[in-house]
């Protein structure tokens, strides 16, 4: 429209460009002052308008508004946010509502129009969330505000690996020594034929770094892949009015987002309605301290946790807009955490490291003297070394051969092998265990969990099932008010007569479902009827919630509590009789009802009682913003009714009770139920026999055990078997009592409180299903299924990886024992290794890369919870695998050592063949010793041997490659073929390790461990 103007003055010498905040972002106007002027000017005035036209016009069609000093933005408070498609449309900005968010800043958070104006700008509705029966609206929010997601550093890949594996001190010497040769035997036998020896050797070389690099690559990916499930956690959102559960990275701007005490706040966002909602924003700030969130303070972060209450939120930033995003963007995923057990190899690796350094340090000291004292001779039989006569490039290849032989026995004699067999082992349990409903977030709790020597557990959601039977006495009609009211419980209806969908903890579904069937409760009515006023939520601690309503119809305030029965029995001084009069509660009446309570929890009933107290008006001023104000009456209520709620034995866990029983685990039930009903479940699962004589020894209340002085409960900590009425204090003193006692402790727990003693514990395990992120961050390993069993799983699953450990070592040591000595002994006698820089890699390979890969794959056998839990500080070598290995070693060396000094006079062979019979020999000891290692005590080493296709087709792998190593390559290996009758002797000599391993096992251990005598601990 044209506007006019004072005076020509006043005139601006550009037209002002106003937006009208129309969806349409191209409807503009121009307003361009008019003055008076005269007909004679009216032609230059009318190109002024068509020139300013025009320029409006072609700014338009580029989408660019020229900024100019002369030109005058009007806008709104209320902007158009234009996304990446013009179609998509949002009245805010995006940047707005992060900096709100971030700074907690009420100036935007008024300009914006309070919670009431973001909720219609960000198109959602308060009660049904995000109204759209398809994904274009979702995908809408997403184009628009960014998804619930954060930039991660890129992962480690291949390179980084083959750089790491490459600043290894003896590959580096390696690789020198290989250069120095390929470059000597170069210009001692010229190109053609100078090249194999130092060609061989960097080929073993990259053979094992290749191989080593793989492994590692893979298992970091297989890691991150953990990361990703771990990280992705299950939301409460409504859309449409119903509740879903999605994944938290598929949160949108606009979702409206169910709160509930230990839960983690997905994205940034601002209250809606709740009570004595309380955060936990340690995590962001630093802040120990918990924040009030109401009304007058409405600000949520994303990362922050739910303390204390329950309450909904309205998402308004995600992803990178949050300030969670941005400090996550920045961690690495990497794995840095180092297990008690890779620090105990750390140790054992360390000593063998340094016993073969030394033992490679007097071979190239022999070698040397050897040499130059004219005792070494050449194939022809001729002096190697002659004074004033060998030429110097004769002289810097031999001790390039001697060094590069004793950097070689360095490299088979340090076990670089056993860090690779523990990763290989930890990833393959950890994928393994994922299969079987335990999702490990710490890599040590895997084999933490096998030397576990108790397990505390807690009845409800983890030995019991869900959904629970509800058996109700009479209950009177006020139960309708206290059950709708006092719950965080929910329920969807799709259409009327179709089946309720409930959600919440299974305690409150099944008091919700039976109210609903029994007692025809209407919850919509209910909850249309009366108004929230306060709430107190449930927690361990209380063992009871209450809540303060008023009545829309009257104005009358009401108060419910619900809660352990006999805790409710005595905040009343009335009841309720069956016609609905209230009577006085005298003692008689009182002892009573106590009866019925205990009669129920011995047939194995959880008793949840009802009170209701009718007040005039609250004792405190009431403002509806969320805020918690003083706490509710508790005395003086009228009892209105008990239910028992049946926990049947989930199908199963008497059977793992029996097994954790028989492998030397003693579990522990630490529950909150009253000890009747603790009782009878314990006996139903056989954590109690029904026969034997309960005692005050084996069951205990948490106030009785609290009090105990600290000597008499070390003293009656290890017979207890129930801990009834307990407190999440009373778990963790527990758990520290067992400790000091030395026992090494697994604690189950799901609720928010229950995160301390899941941090005390040696070992964590937080429910997957009903367990809170608060709970899950406390905990070493998530129980996905949350059942007893797969507990028991994960304590299988923890001997194996010990064991598979065990098994590897034996190999090992096995192989560095005979190796170290068979070349120390021949360089000392003879002047030269039998085994070559090339034959030792390849051995090396064998027995690291490949033999971590065949034994550290083992699965768990029945056989392993037929032991007792492995101690503490029981050594990693134990006199079981040193009598094993010491067999095998002294045989090994026995046989090869006959073949060095004998072989060419036995089988009439030249020095070529016999040095290839030696290799080919000791290389399948090692293949038909993989067998033995399989099984450290039991005399059956192929138990089980067909379930193992990884372990065959290794084994299978190396004689393949050891064929093409004597038969294809003997240039580079430095071997002779061998005809059938030589590969047959080969094969006898070492297949009878098979029979010496089997008469090995025959001979009995002591119990004291063989290294303690010299005071050396593995």
Not at 74 to 87: A, E, G
Not at 575 to 594: A, H, M, V, W
Request: charged fraction near 20%.
């Amino acid at each position: 429209m044209l506007s006019s103007s004072p005076s020509l003055s006043e005139m601006p010498n550009k037209p002002r460009l106003r937006s009208l905040h129309s969806r349409e972002p191209s409807a503009l106007v121009v307003d361009i002052p008019s003055i008076n002027i005269g007909k004679s000017r009216k032609r230059w005035r009318f190109a002024f308008v068509v020139i300013c036209s025009a320029r409006a016009l072609q700014s338009v069609a580029q989408g660019i508004v020229a900024k100019t000093t002369h030109t005058v933005l009007d806008i709104n408070p209320t902007t158009v946010y234009r996304s990446l498609n013009d179609q998509h449309l949002f009245h805010i900005e995006p940047a707005s509502l992060t900096k709100m968010v971030k700074e907690k800043n009420f100036n935007i958070f008024r300009d914006l129009g309070g919670v009431e104006g973001i909720v219609i700008a960000l198109e959602t509705d308060v009660d049904n969330g995000i109204c759209s029966d398809d994904d274009d609206d979702v995908k809408r929010r997403r184009e628009a505000f960014g998804s619930n997601t954060y930039h991660k550093p890129p992962p480690k890949g291949f390179l980084y690996f083959m750089l790491e594996s490459l600043k290894d001190p003896t590959i580096i010497i390696l690789l020198i020594c290989a250069t120095l040769s390929l470059g000597f035997g170069i210009k001692e036998n010229g190109i053609k034929e100078g090249w194999y020896d130092g060609t061989s050797i960097l080929f073993a070389v990259f053979l094992v770094i290749v191989v080593s690099v793989v492994t590692n690559f893979r298992q970091s990916r297989q890691f991150d892949d953990l990361s990703k499930v771990s990280n992705n956690i299950q939301v409460n959102v409504i859309r449409n009015g119903r509740l879903y559960q999605i994944s938290i990275f598929d949160i949108v701007v606009g979702d409206v987002v169910n709160l509930k005490i230990g839960d983690q706040i997905p994205a940034d966002g601002l209250f809606l309605d709740g009570h004595s909602l309380e955060v936990d924003e340690s995590s962001m700030t630093g802040e120990s301290d918990h924040i009030e969130v109401y009304a007058s303070n409405p600000f949520l972060f994303s990362g922050a946790k739910i303390a204390n209450g329950y309450g909904r939120m309205v998402v308004t930033s995600v992803g990178m807009s949050t300030l969670w995003g941005e400090m996550m963007s920045s961690i690495s995923n990497e794995i840095k955490e180092q297990t008690p057990l890779q620090s105990r190899l750390n140790k054992l690796t360390s000593s063998i490291g340094k016993v073969g350094l030394a033992t490679a340090l007097l071979v190239l000291l022999a070698l040397l003297i050897r040499y130059f004292t004219g005792h070494s001779k050449d194939e022809n039989g001729n002096r190697e070394f002659n004074a004033g006569k060998t030429k110097f490039d004769d002289v810097m290849n031999a001790m390039v051969r001697f060094i590069a032989a004793a950097v070689t026995i360095v490299v088979v004699a340090i076990p670089e092998g056993l860090p690779l067999a523990v990763t290989l082992t930890l990833a393959y349990s950890m994928k393994r265990m994922m299969a079987d409903h335990a999702m490990v977030r710490k890599l040590s709790a895997c084999e933490t969990m096998g030397s576990a020597t108790a397990i505390c557990t807690d009845k409800t959601d983890n030995i019991t099932s869900d959904p629970m039977d509800v058996m109700a006495p009479n209950i009177i009609e006020l139960l309708h008010q206290g059950v709708s009211q006092n719950t965080t419980a929910s329920v969807y209806k799709a259409t009327r007569g179709s089946e309720p969908e409930l959600s919440g903890s299974p305690t409150e579904k099944a008091i919700i479902l039976w109210a609903l069937e029994e007692l025809d409760m209407d919850i919509g009515t209910l909850k249309q009827k009366y108004v929230i006023v306060h709430v107190e939520t449930f927690n361990s601690e209380k063992k009871r919630s209450g809540v303060l309503i008023k009545s829309r119809s009257d104005n009358t305030f009401h108060v419910h509590w619900k809660g352990a029965a006999e805790i409710i029995l005595a905040m009343c001084s009335s009841y309720c009789n069956k016609y609905g009069i209230i009577e006085p509660l005298d003692d008689d009446k009182r002892n009573k009802f106590l009866e019925i309570i205990e009669s129920m929890a011995a047939e194995a009933l959880r008793c949840i009682a009802f009170a209701h107290k009718k007040i005039a008006r609250p004792e405190f001023d009431y403002i509806d913003d969320g805020k918690s104000p003083v706490k509710l009456n508790e005395d003086d209520l009228t009892f209105l009714g008990v239910v028992g709620i049946k926990d049947p034995c989930r199908p199963g866990v008497k059977d793992a009770v029996k097994v954790c029983r028989d492998a030397g685990v003693n579990i522990k039930m630490i529950t909150g139920d009253n000890i009747f009903t603790a009782k009878a479940i314990a006996m139903e699962c056989g954590i109690l026999k029904s026969d034997q004589s309960i005692n005050n020894c084996q069951v205990v209340e948490g106030k009785a055990f609290r009090e105990l002085s600290d000597q008499e409960r070390m003293d009656r900590v290890d017979n207890i078997r129930i801990m009834a009425r307990s407190s999440p204090l009373d778990k963790l003193l527990m758990v520290r009592c067992l400790k000091e006692k030395g026992h090494v402790v697994a604690v189950t727990g799901d609720g928010t409180n229950d995160a301390p003693a899941l941090k005390e514990a040696d070992v964590g395990l937080s429910m997957g299903i009903q367990g809170t992120e608060v709970a899950k961050e406390s905990s070493d390993i998530v129980i996905l299924d949350d059942n007893f069993t797969s507990v028991v799983t994960v304590l299988k699953w923890g001997r194996c990886v010990y064991n598979n450990i065990q098994k590897f070592i034996q190999f090992q040591l096995t192989v560095n024992v005979a190796a170290l000595v068979i070349n120390f002994i021949a360089a000392c006698s003879a002047g030269e290794v039998p085994l070559t820089a090339v034959q030792l890699l390849w051995v090396n390979l064998i027995m690291d890369t490949l033999g971590a890969l065949a034994l550290a794959t083992e699965r768990p056998t029945d056989e392993l919870m037929r032991r007792p839990p492995i101690g503490r500080t029981e050594p990693l070598v134990t006199n079981v695998m040193w009598r094993n290995l010491t067999f095998q070693a002294l045989y090994q060396i026995a046989i090869l050592l006959a073949l060095q000094f004998k072989g060419r006079s036995i089988f009439k062979v030249s020095e070529t063949v016999k040095n290839t019979l030696i290799f080919n020999t000791f290389v399948l000891c090692q293949v038909f010793n993989e067998f033995n290692a399989r099984r450290l005590e039991r005399k059956n080493v192929f138990t089980g041997i067909l379930r193992n296709q990884l372990f065959l087709s290794i084994v299978a792998i190396t004689i393949v490659l050891q064929v093409a190593m004597v038969e294809f390559l003997q240039k580079f290996a430095n071997t002779e073929r061998l005809n059938w009758l030589q590969w047959i002797i080969c094969l006898v000599l070492a297949a009878v390790s098979w029979p010496l391993g089997w008469v090995a096992k025959c001979i009995p251990v002591p119990e004291k461990p063989f290294l303690s005598y010299v005071n050396w601990k593995s």
